[in-house]
């Protein structure tokens, strides 16, 4: 089992940064593949970015690369979201998420099989 829990988000003024930070709580958390998603109202979740066990291969969405950065501490147990550049588009719950890869690819939600509660980001133009 792994507990996430997310921390960071906030208001912020379009052009900001924010850092997200999720704790994982779990001797295993070295072992799966972690990314972030996030929902906006009345839209579905997206993918936003994912990092591999190792932390070497990062994935992005189209629409934060050159933006946001996705990294990890596995010394820590924590994965991290830098989010620079925001944009009002980038409004939305974020949610950090746990899996091991079964061969579908890093951007599937079915890809993990733990999440957070969420931590509201808040951009304003």
């Known amino acids: 089992q792994v507990q996430l829990v997310e921390s960071g988000g906030g208001l912020v003024q379009a052009g900001g940064s924010l850092r997200l930070s999720c704790a994982a709580s779990g001797r295993t958390f070295s072992s799966y593949r972690m990314g972030w998603f996030r929902q906006a109202p009345g839209k579905e979740r997206e993918f936003v970015a994912g990092?591999?066990?190792?932390?070497?291969?990062?994935y992005y969405v189209d629409s934060v690369k050159g933006r946001f950065t996705i990294s990890r501490d596995n010394a820590k147990n924590t994965v991290y979201l830098q989010m620079n550049s925001l944009k009002s588009e980038d409004t939305a719950v974020y949610y950090c998420?746990?899996?091991?890869?079964?061969?579908?690819?890093?951007?599937?939600?079915?890809?993990?099989?733990?999440w957070g509660q969420g931590t509201q980001v808040t951009v304003s133009s």
């Open positions: 998420s746990a899996g091991t890869p079964t061969g579908w690819g890093p951007t599937l939600p079915t890809e993990y099989v733990y």
């Open positions: 990092i591999s066990w190792t932390g070497s291969t990062t």
